[in-house]
């Protein structure tokens, strides 16, 4: 076997981001927790908020998440995970071919301006009032340069919202129909990075931002168990249980899969439906 770097114990030190109730909020740091446990290490995990990151890392890190590694300090989400898969190539690899990669920052990407932004700015009031009671007024500041508004004002009427976001992520559902994992048969780093953006969400949303029958729900709670149920942090609020308002689009996608992409084609009798669809006369 004969690794050069061998995590001493099989022990990674894990730079936290968390909230007051104790569970991680970051989207990149949700996506490298998944990822350490992939390549099924221990996490030495050091905790903490917001403020004082650079005195925590000593002076290495403005940003999270960091890990050291058997005194090797490696910081950003993605330069983990290639550190990782480089250093250690016969555990389970987080990138198992470079198109993965690629393909995963087109999902992380979309998913981002799609949900997890939208969403940002419907939980930043209660984003803000969980972080811890050092990091409020920081988080105040910093969040309100970015967003442009005061938090009240960027959180008020999301309940007008949140049902269209829920809509938005039709294309992730349908990805996931044949699948249990967006890996295959088990999940990779394209699985953990777009969780990273759910968990997120599960760390602020006081109020549930998709439907209990979501069918992003399997998936989202098959991960969540992963590794002995790394997503099932006591501190995360339920992210299920958006009940669709009259008026509210629906919230999630009831049509059958019909014609084009989403139907195999198997010969004739599985396309005939569209077949006769498209060639009735207009009305
Ligand atoms: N490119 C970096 C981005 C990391 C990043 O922006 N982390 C945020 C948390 S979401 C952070 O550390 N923020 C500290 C702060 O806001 O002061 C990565 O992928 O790791």
Redesign the pocket.
Known sequence: MGHRHMAKNNRITFYD?ALSTGAT?????WA?KFAVAHKGFEMDVVPGG??G?MERTGGMS????AIVDDGKWV??????VEYLDATYPDRPMLVPHESVATLTRFLDTWLWNTATGPWMRCYCQDYRDLSLPQDHE?ITR?RENMLGKTLEEMQAGREDRLPAISAALEFLRKSLRETPFLGGKTPNYADYRAMGNFMFTASVAKTPPLAEDDPLRPWIERCMDLFGGIGRHPGLFPLFGLKRREGDPELFSKMPPWGGQEVRNTGPASTSPETQRINQPKK
């Not at 909020?25 to 740091?29: A, D, G």
């Open positions: 981001l909020i970051s989207p990149f740091v490298t917001f403020t990151i403005e940003r999270l998440p910081l950003d989400s993605w330069g983990i920081y910093s």
